[in-house]
């Protein structure tokens, strides 16, 4: 089942935005939850269960589109977000959470669906897995469940959502050589000697580097500068990998 969370002040348009999500899921017959919501306050206070995909007016009067973006991309950093407004001002912003897109109102019918079968190809492709050995053996972990990679004393440290920790054995290879695979086959870019990370954890860039979903501050060194242009290019298609994840 998958859930797909509306909010909007305005009650006719709410009731408007739900119907054309109603018919489309209907027609492409895909199991959905579909929770509609008068205000950000309310749907941050009675969403059980984070949603996979958010449709959120940005123009509303207690807590606005963007603000509500970021408090959901704080405990949803793979959610999807689609914004809707009547105004252009706030497509900059929309960039700061991550937007899947920006719609402008009256919203067509066509736009939105065409928006929710792409949020729906990327929901249900199947997700790229890298396999890790370990001291206790070998595990499976999700590439969008790695935040960032840390390299020390020839181990590999995995730090994964939910606060977990996963160590490799030791290897006698290079840190490049380990990352090769998640570099080719994922959002991932490398920050320093050190550190590889996942840019779709990747919150905000500041003075010292990436901010990520968990709160960790990683440097980018001079060395690796390049990593800022790699992850806004990232962010320019749309915050998207294209081909495994």
Do not use: W
Request: glycine letters at 6%; charged letters at 25%; hydrophobic letters at 35%.
């Amino acid at each position: 089942m998958y859930r797909i969370s509306v909010c909007d002040d305005n009650s006719a348009e709410l009731e408007k935005i739900c119907d054309m999500i109603n018919e489309y899921v209907g027609t492409i017959n895909i199991p959905t939850k579909i929770s509609a919501f008068s205000s950000g306050r309310k749907l941050l206070e009675q969403e059980e269960t984070g949603a996979d995909i958010y449709i959120l007016d940005i123009i509303m009067p207690d807590m606005n589109g963007i603000e509500l973006g970021q408090a959901i991309r704080r405990k949803a950093p793979g959610a999807y977000i689609i914004f809707l407004t009547t105004s252009k001002d706030y497509a900059l912003e929309s960039y700061s959470v991550k937007a899947f897109s920006y719609l402008i109102k009256p919203v067509e019918k066509e736009k939105i669906t065409a928006e929710l079968s792409e949020c729906f190809f990327h929901i249900r492709k199947p997700k790229r897995h890298f396999v890790l050995k370990c001291a206790t053996g070998t595990t499976s972990v999700c590439a969008k469940d790695i935040i960032y990679i840390e390299y020390y004393n020839h181990r590999m440290i995995y730090h994964i959502t939910g606060g977990d920790t996963i160590e490799s054995i030791y290897f006698r290879v290079t840190f490049d050589s380990m990352i090769a695979e998640y570099i080719e086959n994922g959002p991932f870019v490398k920050s320093s000697a050190s550190y590889l990370v996942n840019m779709e954890h990747i919150r905000t860039v500041n003075a010292v580097g990436f901010v990520m979903s968990d709160g960790t501050v990683l440097p980018v060194t001079r060395k690796y500068a390049e990593a800022r242009k790699k992850y806004i290019d990232h962010e320019l298609n749309g915050g998207r990998y294209s081909d495994n994840l």
